[in-house]
């Protein structure tokens, strides 16, 4: 079975712009969450989606927003980028949602913002 | 303000001794708990889970203790083998909750 996809790998963008990240999950997987990692702050919750809706979001500004297709498949925004927006973008998938179904990462989207 | 903290940026160990990986929590709701090993350039993957109703999980080198009273979890790799050097990162989650908490990541380098 094939793991959880994201494209583009790396982007870089400039300031003020805008950019949109995909994100495939495992097929079956109908529970897609998104994080930020940045150094020294983790993986920082961004959003979860489930049966298109948007279920939980974590604290970042609006600007950061998501959505969910009929098929699992996700995207996230970001617009009016801002230089701490430079980070790695990770997509998880899961069977269902919350424990105790872990969640399966994807390799990420590296976003440079200059 | 975060909830799952693991106070050790890095570890460096050598090849075959034991290593202990640290992560405390402050919600006392947590009740299911996680490790995820991290490779660079790739995702995290998952490597181990502990419930609240176990203070002990253990699943080949890899051994989970979970200490509620504490509010602390240790991950126990033995031997540590040089391909276990990654980022590990533990995580938490209520049972009825539907979001994960994660910690801050530990550098663990297993030495030749």
């Known amino acids: 079975k094939a793991g959880v996809t994201q494209t583009p790998r790396y982007l870089i963008k400039t300031r003020g712009q805008q950019v949109t990240l995909s994100c495939s999950p495992i097929?079956?997987?109908?529970?897609v969450s998104w994080y930020q990692q940045t150094p020294g702050q983790g993986l920082q919750f961004l959003f979860e989606?489930?049966?298109?809706?948007?279920?939980n979001k974590g604290n970042f500004p609006g600007r950061f927003s998501g959505r969910q297709f009929s098929n699992s498949r996700s995207e996230m925004n970001v617009s009016t980028l801002e230089l701490g927006d430079s980070a790695l973008y990770l997509c998880?998938?899961?069977?269902?949602?919350?424990?105790?179904?872990?969640?399966?990462f994807g390799p990420g989207t590296r976003l440079t913002v200059t | 303000d975060q909830q799952v903290k693991q106070n050790s940026p890095s570890l460096s160990v050598q090849e075959g001794r034991i290593s202990i990986l640290n992560c405390d929590y402050t919600?006392?709701?947590?009740?299911?708990f996680l490790w995820y090993k991290k490779y660079p350039a790739e995702g995290p993957t998952f490597l181990i889970s502990?419930?609240?109703?176990?203070d002990k999980n253990e699943d080949g080198r890899f051994t989970v203790f979970l200490n509620k009273s504490a509010k602390h979890l240790s991950l126990h790799i033995v031997p540590s083998q040089p391909g276990d050097s990654a980022v590990y990162f533990c995580?938490?989650?209520?049972?009825?909750?539907?979001?994960?908490?994660f910690g801050t990541g530990t550098s663990l380098t297993v030495i030749p």
């Open positions: 919600n006392s709701m947590f009740d299911y």
């Open positions: 097929s079956g997987h109908r529970s």
């Open positions: 995580a938490a989650s209520t049972n009825t909750g539907n979001q994960f908490y």
């Open positions: 989606y489930f049966s298109e809706t948007q279920r």
């Open positions: 998880a998938s899961s069977l269902q949602r919350g424990a105790p179904y872990e969640q399966y």
């Open positions: 502990i419930s609240s109703i176990k």
